[in-house]
T-cell receptor, first 113, second 115 residues
């Protein structure tokens, strides 16, 4: 489809393992955002990409979290040595230009056992 | 971003209009008013946004008070598919190219549609 695609849709892993979450933004969208939504909570900003650069990483909760974007398109969010508090839905959004709506994927539901 | 205040929950009957209020008394002159909604098990979905004038699109209407300290999202004829959490968000006008336009979501209004 033409929307933002995230994979996997669900991920269950053991504490201490590393995970990679993928986001395919809408073609041509230069801005890309990662957010996190814990159970019953609002969305928490993690990181912003403009092209392949990440001018704002201020929302990443610890150095176990990192993200990259290649070719101005696909982005990967990596969480190392996962902890139970990392359990949440991780959402990706893309936007075409300034003051344009953000289009969200349906997220990856991450569960840490 | 300036703060918004919304009721925690609202109910409406199917096929009737719904008016979702939002207060933003500290809004600045350059803040746009954005509305998103989140259906169960989905990511947020853009609904509408405006600055000063009332706005209409295929999904909804946005009525903005003359002093801009409040706004109302209007769903003209609610259906069961409109049951969602609705978020009112203020976004400052971009200062320049490639500015971070991260969205700050509050707790929103949970809208229940009664068949």
């Amino acid at each position: 489809g033409a929307g933002v695609s995230q994979s996997p849709s669900n991920k269950v892993t053991e504490k201490g393992k590393d995970v990679e979450l993928r986001c395919d933004p809408i073609s041509g969208h230069t801005a890309l955002y990662w957010y996190r939504q814990s159970l019953g909570q609002g969305l928490e900003f993690l990181i912003y990409f403009q092209g392949n650069s990440a001018p704002d990483k201020s929302g990443l909760p610890s150095d176990r979290f990192s993200a990259e974007r290649t070719g101005g398109s696909v982005s990967t969010l990596t969480i190392q040595r996962t902890q139970q508090e990392d359990s949440a839905v991780y959402l990706c959004a893309s936007s075409q230009a300034q003051n344009q709506p953000q289009h969200f994927g349906d997220g990856t539901r991450l569960s840490i056992l | 971003d300036a703060k918004t205040t919304q009721p925690n929950s609202m109910e409406s009957n199917e096929e009737e209009p719904v008016h979702l209020p939002c207060n933003h008394s500290t809004i600045s002159g350059t803040d746009y008013i954005h509305w998103y909604r989140q259906l169960p098990s989905q990511g947020p979905e853009y609904v509408i946004h405006g600055l000063t004038s009332n706005v209409n699109n295929r999904m909804a209407s946005l009525a903005i008070a003359e002093d801009r300290k409040s706004s109302t999202l209007i769903l003209h004829r609610a259906t069961l598919r409109d049951a969602a959490v609705y978020y009112c968000i203020l976004r400052d006008r971009p200062l320049g190219n490639f500015g971070n336009e991260k969205l700050t979501f509050g707790t929103g209004t949970r809208l229940t549609i009664i068949p």
